[in-house]
Every structure is written in C-alpha cells, then in structure tokens.
Nanobody, 120 residues
Framework: EVQLVESGGGLVQPGGSLRLSCAASGFTFDDYVMSWVRQAPGKGLEWVSAISYYGDKTYYAESMKGRFTISRDNAKNTLYLEMNSLRSEDTAVYYC?????????????WGQGTQVTVSS
C-alpha cells in the first residue's frame, strides 16, 4: 500500500537550515505531483510547495520563495525539501503528500509528518 515516511526534522536556530526527506513506496512515484504541507501549532494546514512529475516545474507559497527548495529523485522514490533562512514562524509539523490532481480533494495520501522547531 502507499506509504510516505518523512524524516529530517529537528530543532534549529533562526537563520539555520534543514533538509527534509520523504521516502515513498507502494505507487509509481513519477506519476504524481508531490507536495509538502505543514501545520503550525494552533493553526490549520498550510500548503508549502509542489513539484511536477520529473522535477522540471516547482511551485512555492509566497513566504517560502527564495528560502525553500523542493526536489525529487525518482530513481530513489524520494522527495526533498531544503529549508534555509528558517524563521520561528516556520515551526510546524511538515508532511509530504501525493497530489490527487483534484482541487477539491487535493491529497490521496500523506505521511506521519516530521517536526521542525525553529527556536533560539
């Protein structure tokens, strides 16, 4: 069955960097647009970034542009999110998700998430 396993989160100081990974299995990875979404404490889900089948097109929420980079390695069935210039407001649980292709029900599957805490 579809499985998405996020890793790479942790505690980092403001201005620091982290690289998140998502190991995917149980589906044809390069048949799907993949996304990162996050949920900060006390807030709802927020879309972070998305990447096309082969990685040639990437998309970012406005506050992430210039700081975050999404990428994928289809040979390894792995999705990445490079996070730079981190701010306290980036503190959240980060999830990778398989995009359904529908704008009404965006995600078919997502992982358990990895905690990112930005604090001095």
């Amino acid at each position: 069955e579809v499985q998405l396993v996020e890793s790479g989160g942790g505690l980092v100081q403001p201005g620091g960097s982290l690289r998140l990974s998502c190991a995917a299995s149980g589906f044809t990875f390069d048949d799907y647009v993949m996304s990162w979404v996050r949920q900060a404490p006390g807030k709802g889900l927020e879309w972070v970034s998305a990447i096309s089948y082969y990685g040639d097109k990437t998309y970012y929420a406005e506050s992430m542009k210039g700081r975050f980079t999404i990428s994928r390695d289809n040979a390894k069935n792995t999705l990445y999110l490079e996070m730079n210039s981190l701010r306290s407001e980036d503190t959240a649980v980060y999830y990778c998700a398989q995009f359904s292709g529908s704008w009404t029900h965006e995600y078919d599957y997502w992982g358990q998430g990895t905690q990112v805490t930005v604090s001095s």
